[in-house]
């Protein structure tokens, strides 16, 4: 199995902006999550789906975050408009169970 | 009180020490336990579960679990220079599959 896969590996734009990442996790894990991470706030849940629904949607900052699993094999983060302290790494991980995550490569976002 | 929390770094250990790292958690109905690895740019790796109170050894770590003090450690034997990594302690409770991490210990292991 190839892992988890995420796209872009970086993305820069500007303020305002929309901004999609997208996941791949692996074949016949039932959770995926996203998290994001920064120096100050380390690594942080942002959602997490099971068996391709939204279970806990709790760490989300604000509206201009929305997340979709439309099936088993692919999901997406948006942020619209995007800002500055957005700027990250988003994390997308999978797992059987919700155990033993494992992580894509993430994105590094940077909002300029 | 963070829901996870971890001795803040970087602890430097020279090579062939122990390594001690060390996690508390809030939440007394946790029951899933982790300790991840991650390298600078690169994302977390799982090296080590625990679900039950006790010791764990896999290679040269070692997970500690005491769920009635709350807190949870990782032993590194015989430290290497290519552990020199920041650690991220990892709980999750019984009720859903929400995994919370700490903000992590980096660890600089010198020869």
């Known amino acids: 199995d190839a892992g988890v896969i995420q796209s872009p590996r970086h993305e820069v734009t500007e303020m305002g902006q929309e901004v999609t990442l997208r996941c791949k996790p692996i074949s016949g894990h039932d959770y995926l999550f996203w998290y994001r991470q920064t120096m100050m706030r380390g690594l942080e849940l942002l959602i997490y789906f099971n068996n391709n629904v939204p279970i806990d949607d709790s760490g989300m900052p604000e509206d201009r975050f929305s997340a979709k699993m439309p099936n088993a094999s692919f999901s997406t983060l948006k942020i619209q408009p995007s800002e500055p302290r957005d700027s990250a790494v988003y994390f997308c991980?999978?797992?059987?169970?919700?155990?033993?995550?494992?992580f894509g490569s993430g994105t590094q976002l940077s909002v300029l | 009180q963070k829901e996870v929390e971890q001795n803040s770094g970087p602890l430097s250990v020279p090579e062939g020490a122990i390594a001690s790292l060390n996690c508390t958690y809030s939440?007394?109905?946790?029951?899933?336990f982790f300790w991840y690895r991650q390298y600078s740019g690169k994302s977390p790796e799982l090296i080590m579960s625990i679900y039950s109170n006790g010791d764990k050894e896999d290679g040269r770590f070692t997970a500690q679990l005491n769920k009635a003090s709350q807190y949870v450690s990782l032993l590194i034997r015989d430290s290497q220079p290519s552990d020199s990594a920041t650690y991220l302690c990892?709980?999750?409770?019984?009720?859903?599959?929400?995994?919370?991490f700490g903000q992590g210990t980096e660890l600089s292991v010198k020869p």
């Open positions: 990892a709980v999750k409770n019984n009720q859903g599959g929400k995994l919370i």
């Open positions: 939440d007394r109905v946790s029951q899933s």
């Open positions: 991980a999978s797992s059987f169970l919700g155990e033993k995550l494992f």
